[in-house]
């Protein structure tokens, strides 16, 4: 099992800037990918951004122009800087977790809401 905890979320304002974290315990050396999905009120949950245990990065759609992914694999934690934000943005924000084993499993954390006020 794994669990994820996220931190970094609330309100700011438009053209802002946060940084959230998501910190990974209990079978940690199965963990392969680690990143972020987004959902916004009556959308489905969408890609924000991933990287792979060894540095390879994925980025959802416009994402990657203002969203930077990063981890810290000794301290298992992944970051997502994110900048210039927009009202467009505000959504509920999941850590996610895929393990290297098969078949793989995927792991959340709770979530955290961004709100990006005009």
């Known amino acids: 099992q794994v669990q994820l905890v996220e931190s970094g979320g609330g309100l700011v304002q438009a053209g802002g800037s946060l940084r959230l974290s998501c910190a990974a315990s209990?079978?940690?050396?199965?963990?392969?990918?680690m990143g972020w999905y987004r959902q916004a009120p009556g959308q489905q949950r969408a890609l924000v951004a991933a990287?792979?245990?060894?540095?390879?990065?994925n980025y959802g759609d416009s994402m990657k122009d203002r969203f930077t992914i990063s981890r810290d694999n000794a301290k298992m934690t992944v970051y997502l800087q994110m900048n210039d934000l927009k009202p467009e943005d505000t959504a509920v924000y999941y850590c996610?977790?895929?393990?290297?084993?098969?078949?793989?499993?995927?792991?959340w954390g709770q979530g955290t809401q961004i709100t990006v006020s005009s």
């Open positions: 990287i792979s245990s060894g540095g390879s990065t």
């Open positions: 209990g079978s940690i050396f199965s963990i392969n990918v």
């Open positions: 996610h977790a895929v393990t290297m084993t098969f078949p793989s499993s995927i792991y």
